[in-house]
């Protein structure tokens, strides 16, 4: 086997203005085929994703009584929460990006919620179907009453996020890495900076229009493209 | 400008500044500044043994005494989570066993589990696959405690145990390899239930290594723990209570070593270790002794895990009935590894003209997840292993977070090691038991 790079495949590293992977909007088409191979007929699909709307009360098990606990503890819930959303068994609620660092310190702090782990903070990033593409989403772990609940963020490309690590000093690491990924910037912060990718690497690798990179690899004479120049079936 | 002596010197707004020429120069400056030619920068890893891996610390020192420690990660970041969204679903299985490269299946079960969550066919997870998960993440958790054990040894200077520790997790790597045909990197569990059968002869191994590990693990404890110098490196070094463990997000032995019995198993289970009887070690110093002793009794509680898990295995299917899910194939461990078996080659291919075109579409278009996303926790060797997975409703996966123990309990070594000696950044950074390959992921 050999791997055999290309005239202009050479592997590139960042290049923020490449065209997007993954287009989240409407999805056309259905095997990846596009123009004269298409014979099914299935090229002419058009799937939408519903947005995603708020979830109606009662919510069921326990997330009535962490959003009444908050909503009793905060007094900008109304102002702070856009949405409580309740799938698959998980409570997310969507906060505006301003208000999130006020919003943790009630859920931390406060008697009823005790949500005393912050078990994971990480990005995604929703480029085409999203105005404000990046979403930070915390994960919260309450071990006094076993709960869990997912906090999200949005915003859009350069307008940063206020740091929670002033209330949870283990976010440190999970917000330099969601801004080393993604490029979301966290206010407050004590020291943001890149930590998985080299120091001064270009671009945000996780988001999608950063290109996965690749060389096109050749097994006895046929040639196969790099992963992200496949054919996608969508 | 005066001179006093040995050097010049004169008055500035920042205070008294020593033109200094001499070979002892350093006299002049020691009534003013007694400390600051005593401080220097040691840059230790990323290629240091005792590191476990590529680890950088960048070290402040004063004599022996460590006054900054700042950790510096991300030498084996290789982009997993990225490539992940540019595979199918099931393909994502083997990229994900290759984060923590000491917990395989811990990674693998992590994912399918969000995945199966995603799908919401928790519920249709036969009961013989998840007991197969169970019996095949405790056998993992021991090999992942062994080495922890082994190399820990060795940085504190027992180098027999890491001899020992190796030794002894072959017989384990033998029982992976026999049934999945591969001793690291499985790619064992699948989204809907594991890839193939455990054959007899390793279900065999397991029993014997049942009777075999216990005996071992009295001469490890025979060996170290009455052992001064084990004792003097290990007790009251790298102190970590539990408000630190849960302000910095430790979980895991660590934790439990300060005295919190918070184990994912117990406290939030998943694939059925509600059904298991096993305690929960704990220790209350808090320090490497405390970890030493919960990892040791964790192995104990492993093996009881694995003893029950053995009993409770009844014949049946071990992937999920649902046919637009469940691999088409059956697989089978050949010389190279694992592959399709030639019966089922034979028969697809020969006789069922929609078995053919089912494979097919399966295969190179993997099943479509419904839009949407979960977070799963599971209880890592090294705590809290947790997957955030994203769905956009297509064949591939949007974005898949592993928030890896590793990663987020090495934020701890500052809060364990300043003040502390060099030797203690060694015993307590071991004790954290960081892999850098699910750090840095």
């Not at chain 2, 890893?45 to 020192?61: A, K, M, Y």
């Not at chain 2, 490539?83 to 693998?108: I, K, S």
Request: hydrophobic share 40%.
């Amino acid at each position: 086997m050999s791997i055999a790079p290309q005239d202009g495949h050479e592997p590139v590293g960042a290049d923020i203005d490449a065209p997007a992977q993954t287009p989240a909007g409407p999805q056309k088409g259905m095997f990846g085929i596009t123009g004269t191979g298409d014979v099914s007929g299935f090229g002419g699909l058009v799937r939408r994703r519903p947005e995603q709307a708020s979830s109606p009360k009662p919510y069921g098990g326990y997330f009535d009584e962490v959003t009444d606990a908050l909503e009793e503890a905060y007094p900008a819930f109304a102002d702070a929460i856009e949405k409580v959303v309740v799938d698959r068994g998980e409570l997310t609620l969507h906060i505006k990006a301003e208000r999130i660092a006020e919003v943790v310190q009630i859920m931390r702090d406060d008697e009823s919620l005790r949500f005393e782990l912050c078990s994971s903070v990480s990005g995604v990033d929703y480029l085409g179907s999203d105005p404000r593409r990046l979403h930070v989403v915390y994960h919260l772990t309450s071990m006094t009453y076993r709960r869990r609940v997912r906090l999200e963020v949005a915003v859009a490309d350069g307008v940063s996020v206020p740091s929670v690590t002033s209330v949870y000093p283990t976010a440190d690491w999970q917000e330099r890495e969601t801004y080393d990924m993604f490029g979301v910037v966290f206010a407050g912060h004590p020291n943001l900076t890149r930590v998985l990718m080299p120091d001064d690497w270009e671009g945000h690798p996780q988001r999608k229009d950063y290109p996965l990179g690749g060389v096109p690899v050749e097994y006895k004479g046929a040639e196969i493209p790099p992963p992200d120049q496949r054919r996608v079936y969508q | 400008m005066t001179q006093s002596g040995y050097a010049t010197e004169r008055e500035t707004t920042e205070g008294r500044v020593f033109t200094v020429t001499g070979g002892d120069w350093d006299t002049v400056t020691e009534s003013i500044d007694p400390l600051s030619n005593e401080k220097i920068v040691v840059n230790m890893g990323p290629q240091h043994p005792s590191t476990h891996g590529v680890l950088r610390l960048v070290l402040e020192l004063e004599g022996e005494t460590v006054q900054e420690v700042r950790p510096v990660v991300g030498y084996l970041h290789t982009g997993i989570e990225k490539n992940l969204e540019y595979r199918n679903w099931t393909q994502g299985t083997t990229f994900v066993t290759r984060a923590d490269y000491l917990a395989p299946l811990f990674n693998e079960a992590g994912y399918c589990l969000a995945v199966e969550k995603l799908l919401g066919i928790t519920d249709q997870i036969t009961e013989r696959a998840n007991t197969i998960r169970v019996l095949f993440m405790e056998l993992n958790r021991i090999s992942s405690h062994l080495v922890w054990l082994a190399t820990t040894g060795m940085e504190l200077g027992a180098i027999s145990m890491m001899l020992y520790g190796f030794r002894e997790r072959e017989y384990i790597l033998d029982i992976f390899e026999e049934t999945s045909g591969l001793r690291m990197n499985h790619a064992y569990f699948r989204p809907g239930g594991v890839a193939q059968d455990i054959p007899e002869s390793a279900i065999k191994k397991i029993r014997d290594f049942l009777v075999y590990l216990p005996k071992k693990l009295k001469e490890y404890e025979a060996m170290l723990s009455g052992q001064v110098i084990w004792q003097e490196r290990t007790q009251g070094v790298a102190v970590l209570d539990v408000t630190g463990c849960l302000a910095l997000g430790v979980t895991g032995p660590v934790l439990r070593s300060a005295g919190l019995a918070w184990d994912l198993r117990k406290t939030m289970p998943y694939c059925g270790y509600e059904n298991y009887e096993f305690d929960v070690p704990t220790a209350t110093t808090a320090d490497v002794w405390g970890r030493y002793q919960v990892r040791l009794a964790e192995i104990r509680e492993s093996l009881k895990i694995i003893e029950q898990a053995l009993d409770r295995l009844r014949p049946g299917p071990i992937f999920i009935a649902d046919k637009k899910i469940a691999w088409p194939a059956q697989l089978a461990v050949g010389l190279d590894g694992m592959g399709n078996s030639l019966e089922h080659v034979a028969k697809i291919m020969g006789q069922s003209m929609e078995s053919l075109i089912h494979h097919f579409k399966l295969v190179t278009e993997g099943f479509r997840v419904p839009a949407g996303q979960v977070y799963v926790a599971i209880e890592h060797p090294r705590g809290e292993l947790g997957v955030h997975a994203v769905s956009d409703g297509g064949t591939h996966p949007y974005r898949v977070h592993m928030r890896d123990p590793s990663f987020v309990n090495l934020q701890a070594i500052p809060a364990m090691a300043e003040g502390a000696l060099l030797a203690d950044v060694i015993a307590g950074g071991a004790s954290l038991d960081p892999v850098m390959g699910g750090c840095d992921r």
